[in-house]
């Protein structure tokens, strides 16, 4: 069995973590990039990233800073350099894993419910 072979049955094992690395690879580049850039970008690649990160990131990121650490009092934390990174790196993992989860669950009921159908119609 090749590399690939069991990357991708192991993949198939584990449906909502392949969709939570797929979909918290660029967010997390995004952020990353703004707290440091490790490479010069060019100014035109930054301008054209900017409705990225705001509609991967800073969305995210406030919404849920509003929803869950606001009315906790919490809001103090992002204000601290190290910290406030962390918890927008875990922020957007938390919420990035839980849409994850909502996509596999929807999908697998959908599946099932079109198979129920399909074996319904006499097929």
Do not use: H, K
């Not at 094992?13 to 060019?42: K, N």
């Not at 869950?68 to 957007?92: K, N, S, Y």
């Amino acid at each position: 069995m090749s590399r690939l072979e069991s990357l991708l049955e192991r993949a198939a094992d584990r449906p909502v973590t392949t969709v939570f690395v797929l979909l918290i690879t660029g967010p997390l580049v995004l952020a990353g990039l703004s707290f440091r850039q490790p490479i010069a970008l060019p100014d035109a690649l930054l301008t054209e990233l900017e409705w990225v990160f705001w509609l991967l990131v800073y969305v995210p990121v406030s919404a849920t800073r509003r929803l869950l650490f606001d009315p906790l009092g919490l809001e103090r934390l992002f204000a601290v350099p190290v910290l406030g990174q962390g918890l927008i790196v875990l922020t957007l993992g938390g919420l990035y894993y839980l849409v994850s989860y909502l996509l596999v669950y929807a999908g697998r009921t959908l599946l099932e419910t079109a198979e129920a159908d399909a074996d319904g119609d006499g097929r």
